[in-house]
């Protein structure tokens, strides 16, 4: 009789919803899941308002199991999340006139998580490509990725969901085509003889936006209906939630030297700034907005020459050094453009500008070794490369000199030796000088690997 009775008490409290359970109760009920038909959920979904469609349908309840069952940690993390972006969201959305439920468009996106980057690049909330986030004026540089900026990206996603609507004058094409490109979505509309509805032309979709859409109406599901299946809302991150201020900083600014002199974690200032990518704000900034915590502005303000100038003095060389030499960095260079012509492969060019193969990569976007004749290709040339001349150049202030006068120029300064540049290989480098192979460069340098690096310094003759 008695594990009757306790069986009924179970019973009734798993049927609660959760946000009557609190503390560690909570914790232990949480993981008892309800049972969610599919006739349950297509009826909740039936009484959802909204702008954009939200059809039913096998591949949407599979999502649906997907984030309230088979990985729920993943939707408590997008629950901890979602009070510090959505209202910026829902600011911005109402502001341009756009469907409030877009908000759930960036957890497909990026699991609200505003420093995300995928492996094609896409970065941000909205997970805007390099070359799309230049168009909407998110500009990227080594240190600032303003694709990371929560209002700025906000802002450029609302330019673009609405051109893709008003392309199509659909919600759910228009989102097909934030993921995969209207011309995409175009392709398939033909293919399907030109029917007019996403899941009408669901299969001549690529195979990533099939899931693009049931994933979008799953999440908007799934954080309408958290009580009902046992998602505990009470675990909020606490960091993202702190007001916080403003203050303008020119020229160049540490932060994490500038946190712990307000005895402030670096996290806690990058978390408020997540477009700052690389912990500095560069030399040349002017009144670069700084977001600081709200109950710290007083006391910045009244000291902040003194913050400003120690915080300006440490890492500077060292992080400009790292700038220079990361792959695919443009810090310090200039933009070149080169037009491909017959015969022309990455490595000429690259040899040519004296620059990475991998660079001219990430630059255009390339991800294999194939261009075409006529091409652009952008190059981001160090201000010491001559355009005039194929130059065999050092890294300093010296006059540029060819391959013919290298070896003379090294006799005459009393040395025989070569300063690897950005871009140099060991083949590269053999073949500027006469009889120079790359396996005597190895020897005369005791080299057991290829392996070089920008100011290293080499030898080429006895």
């Known amino acids: 009789m008695l594990k009757i009775k306790l069986s009924v008490v179970a019973f009734l409290i798993a049927c609660l919803p959760c946000s009557l359970l609190y503390g560690q109760e909570a914790d232990v009920f949480e993981d008892l899941l309800p049972d969610a038909p599919y006739d349950l959920i297509e009826d909740r979904l039936s009484c959802m308002e909204s702008e954009v469609p939200l059809n039913f349908n096998n591949n949407v309840k599979s999502f649906i199991d997907y984030f309230t069952i088979r990985n729920r940690e993943y939707t408590k993390g997008v629950i901890e999340r979602r009070d510090r972006f959505f209202p910026i969201f829902e600011e911005i959305l109402a502001k341009n006139g756009m469907p409030e439920e877009l908000k759930y468009l960036s957890i497909v996106e990026s699991g609200l998580r505003a420093n995300a980057i995928s492996r094609v690049g896409a970065g941000g909330l909205w997970q805007f490509m390099p070359s799309t986030g230049k168009m909407y004026k998110l ?8 694709r990371m900026n929560p209002r700025m990206a906000t802002e450029a996603a609302c ?24 011309g995409n979505v175009r392709r398939a509309i033909r293919r399907s003889g030109y029917k007019k509805h996403f899941w009408e032309i669901y299969r001549y ?113 060292e992080l400009e050094y790292l700038a220079r030499n990361t792959p695919g960095s443009t810090f ?7 037009r491909v012509r017959s015969g022309d492969v990455l490595g000429t060019i690259a040899n040519q500008y004296h620059v990475r193969v991998s660079d ?39 006059p540029v000199t060819t391959p013919k006068t290298a070896a003379a120029e090294n006799e005459t300064t009393g040395g025989n030796l070569y300063l690897v540049k950005n871009g140099d290989s060991l083949w590269s480098i053999s073949k500027k000088f006469d009889d120079l192979s790359i396996e005597k460069l190895k020897k005369l340098n005791n080299l057991t690997s290829s392996r070089i690096n920008p100011g290293q310094k080499l030898r080429i003759s006895l």
């Open 139 to 146: 500009s990227q540089s080594w240190y600032i990725d303003e």
């Open 159 to 182: 330019k673009y969901l609405k051109e893709l609507y008003n392309m199509f004058d659909d919600w759910e094409l228009a989102l097909a085509a934030y993921n995969t490109g209207p």
């Open 205 to 317: 979709l690529p195979r990533e936006t099939r899931s693009y859409l049931p994933q979008f109406v799953a999440i908007a599901y799934t954080l309408n209906h958290l009580d009902e299946h046992n998602f505990v809302e009470h675990e909020l991150d606490m960091q993202y939630l702190q007001e916080h201020d403003t203050i303008h900083v020119s020229n160049y600014i540490h932060l994490e030297t500038f946190a712990s002199q307000l005895n402030l974690c670096v996290e806690d200032l990058i978390n408020l700034n997540p477009q700052i990518i690389r912990g500095a704000i560069p030399d040349g900034t002017k009144r670069y907005p700084l977001n600081i915590p709200a109950d710290l502005k007083a006391h910045i303000d009244t000291t902040k020459t003194t913050l400003l100038d120690s915080a300006s003095k440490v890492g500077k060389k």
């Open 332 to 338: 310090g260079r200039t933009k070149q453009v080169y």
């Open 360 to 398: 001219l990569r990430t630059w255009n976007n390339i991800s294999g070794n194939m261009i075409r004749v006529g091409q652009r290709l952008n190059i981001w040339v160090l201000p010491y490369y001559n355009a005039n001349t194929k130059s065999n150049y050092v890294v300093s202030n010296l």
